[in-house]
């Protein structure tokens, strides 16, 4: 059974940092963009970060760029978000995805694959 799990969510501090974690099970994504969304209450789940499955292609959101860094580990079968200088705005659940395979995929539709979804709440 292919799982996607994330951790590291939690409650910080407007500036502060979170560090979040995918951990891929059942198989592997070597040949698979992963990425990042996030979905706020009765809001449509938007794109965060994407990477490419060599690392040498990664895209953001225009809202994140700059303070957020996605980050893969083929090896590991894993994939991290850096969330640095974090905002109340950037309050949400996130959710780690992996793509069809092959192609630098950004849009949900996409991506087959979810996790479950980690709380990340940023206080003023």
């Known amino acids: 059974q292919v799982q996607l799990e994330e951790s590291g969510g939690g409650l910080v501090q407007a500036g502060g940092s979170l560090r979040l974690s995918c951990a891929a099970s059942?198989?592997?994504?070597?040949?698979?963009?992963m990425a990042w969304f996030r979905q706020e209450p009765w809001k449509a789940r938007e794109f965060v970060a994407a990477i490419s499955w060599n690392s040498a292609n990664t895209a953001y959101a225009d809202s994140v760029r700059g303070r957020f860094f996605v980050s893969r580990d083929n090896a590991k079968n894993t994939v991290d978000l850096q969330m640095d200088s974090l905002k109340p705005e950037d309050t949400a659940v996130y959710y780690c995805?992996?793509?069809?395979?092959?192609?630098?995929?950004?849009?949900?539709?996409?991506?087959?694959?979810w996790g479950q979804g980690t709380q990340v709440t940023v206080s003023s």
């Open positions: 995805a992996a793509a069809r395979p092959y192609g630098f995929r950004l849009h949900s539709d996409e991506y087959p694959y």
């Open positions: 059942g198989r592997t994504f070597n040949s698979n963009t």
